[in-house]
C-alpha cells in the first residue's frame, strides 16, 4: 500500500524490532522496507490453521489447551525481554502448523517501550499515544478500551481472555456490537467456574481489571 512518511518509519521501526524476536513461537520477519513508494514485509511461510479456526471444530481437551497456552506465553515472554508488547493478541492472531507448533503473528500494532533493549533514538518516535484505542475489543484490556497508555501487563490481560477461551469453549466477551462488547470488558464479572480448577487462580490474577493488581509477568503464567 501508498505510505505517508510517518506511516512508513512507525511500520518499519516496529517491523525492525519484531524481525530482532528470535524465537520459535514468534513468526519470523526478513525483510521490511519500501518500494516504488509502497510498504512491503518479508515473512516466514507458516502453514497450518488459526487458532480461532482449531476452535471452531469445539472445545480442546484441557491437556492441549494448556500446551498452547504455555507455548504463546513463552513467545510473549521473549517480545517482552526485548521491551516489546503485543497489543493485539487473539486466536485469530495465533497460527497452529501442521506439525502442532505455535506461532504468534502479526505484531503489526507492537509498541517499543522506551529504554528496551531494542529501542533506540530512532524508535522512540511516532508511538501511538493515550486516547487511541487500537487492537480488537473483546481482547483488549480495561487500560487500553479506555485509550490509556499500556503496557506488557495489556498482553497478560489478553492472555487471560484467551486461555479462558482455550478452556471453556467458547468467547468470554461477546456483546452484541462493539459498545456492549466494550461494557463486558469493563464491568462483566468472569465465570471461572466455566474452567478446570486448575486453571481459575491463573486466569484470575490475568484478569484484574486493575493493571497494578494483575499478573506481573506472564513468566510467572508459564511457571
Known amino acids: 500500500t501508498e505510505a505517508d512518511p510517518a506511516t512508513h518509519v512507525r511500520f518499519e521501526q516496529e517491523a525492525r524490532a519484531t524481525s530482532a524476536l528470535d524465537h520459535p513461537n514468534i513468526l519470523a520477519i526478513f525483510d521490511v522496507g519500501l518500494h516504488d513508494q509502497a510498504l512491503y514485509l518479508v515473512e516466514e511461510l507458516v502453514d497450518g490453521a488459526t487458532l480461532r479456526e482449531v476452535l471452531s471444530h469445539g472445545p480442546l481437551p484441557a491437556r492441549k489447551a494448556v500446551e498452547y497456552a504455555r507455548a504463546v506465553a513463552q513467545g510473549l515472554a521473549a517480545a517482552h525481554a526485548r521491551g516489546i ?11 497452529i502448523t501442521r506439525d502442532d507448533r505455535v506461532k504468534i503473528l502479526d505484531f503489526g500494532l507492537a509498541k517499543l517501550l522506551h529504554g528496551s533493549p531494542a529501542s ?4 522512540q518516535t511516532q508511538q501511538t499515544g493515550p486516547g487511541t484505542v487500537l487492537g480488537t475489543v473483546a481482547y483488549m484490556s480495561p487500560e487500553q478500551a479506555k485509550g490509556k497508555s499500556v503496557d506488557k501487563r495489556a498482553d497478560i490481560w489478553a492472555f487471560g481472555v484467551v486461555l479462558w477461551e482455550l478452556l471453556a469453549g467458547e ?3 461477546k456483546g452484541e456490537d462493539v459498545a456492549d462488547t ?8 468472569v465465570d471461572l467456574a466455566r474452567v478446570p480448577a486448575q486453571g481459575r487462580k491463573l486466569i484470575g490474577e490475568c484478569l484484574q481489571r486493575d493493571a497494578k493488581a494483575r499478573l506481573r509477568d506472564i513468566g510467572d503464567a508459564r511457571r
Open 85 to 95: 508488547i503485543h497489543r493485539d493478541l487473539k486466536p485469530e492472531n495465533v497460527m
Open 120 to 123: 533506540d533514538t530512532s524508535t
Open 171 to 173: 468467547r468470554l466477551f
Open 182 to 189: 466494550l461494557a463486558q470488558v469493563l464491568t462483566k464479572e
